[in-house]
T-cell receptor, first 112, second 113 residues
């Protein structure tokens, strides 16, 4: 019930391409879904987050798509750049109530 | 740079040593967290302090002892650690509003020899 399943484990994308990372959750009480970006030697940093009352949220090149009925959400990175190479974690929680449950992470490499 | 400051950045300690990790935030957040992160793994929750009181202990061994001296500071006291405790230790904080984001520090890279 507490798991968040993330895929793929690793991803290689050409510069300028679209990177897509998927997550699925079990607990229907989750109502807050953030994505974190982590560079080597740094702590995770919040990239973008969504609540289940919307199906999509876009911030610059980063978009979260949310499918409540399928209990899935995904991160799309448009026009991927080498500087986007990092590990991405999806997460979920009951906002204001429970700590974040993290997916296992996706290591993204954007190659020129 | 993040708004959550952790010191030291790196720490090497022997199994008989006692050391402390420190974390500071000045965002007025009232919830503070310790996470442990092994290589290629997600952060793993250890402790949560809410309004300076310990609210969650994820069954962490007693060789890790957290302390919250005030609303801005969080310490993690280490004693008699094992080599498998080597990891990146992350501090984080969050506000009290719903969906207040979790802000992480850059962590302390701990090596136990």
């Amino acid at each position: 019930q507490q798991q968040v399943k993330q895929s793929p484990q690793s991803l290689i994308v050409q510069k300028g391409g679209i990177s897509i990372i998927n997550c699925a959750y079990e607990n229907t009480a989750f109502d807050y879904f953030p994505w974190y970006q982590q560079f080597p030697g740094k702590g995770p940093a919040l990239l973008i987050a969504i609540r289940p009352d919307v199906s999509e949220k876009k911030e610059g090149r980063f978009t979260i798509s949310f499918n409540k009925s399928a209990k899935q959400f995904s991160l799309h990175i448009m026009d991927s750049q080498p500087g986007d190479s990092a590990t991405y974690f999806c997460a979920a929680s009951i906002a204001g109530n429970t700590p974040l449950v993290f997916g296992k992470g996706t290591r993204l490499s954007v190659i020129a | 740079d993040t708004e959550v400051t952790q010191t030291p950045k790196h720490l090497v300690m022997g199994m008989t040593n006692k050391k402390s990790l420190k974390c500071e935030q000045h965002m007025g957040h009232r919830a503070m967290y310790w996470y442990k992160q092994k290589a290629k793994k997600p952060p793993e929750l250890m402790f949560v302090y809410s309004y300076e009181k310990l609210s969650i202990n994820e069954s962490v061994p007693s060789r890790f002892s957290p302390e919250c001296p005030n609303s801005s500071l969080l310490n993690l006291h280490l004693h008699a650690l094992q080599p498998e405790d080597s990891a990146l230790y992350l501090c984080a904080s969050t506000g009290t509003e719903l969906s207040s984001p979790l802000h992480f520090g850059n962590g302390t890279r701990l090596t136990v020899t």
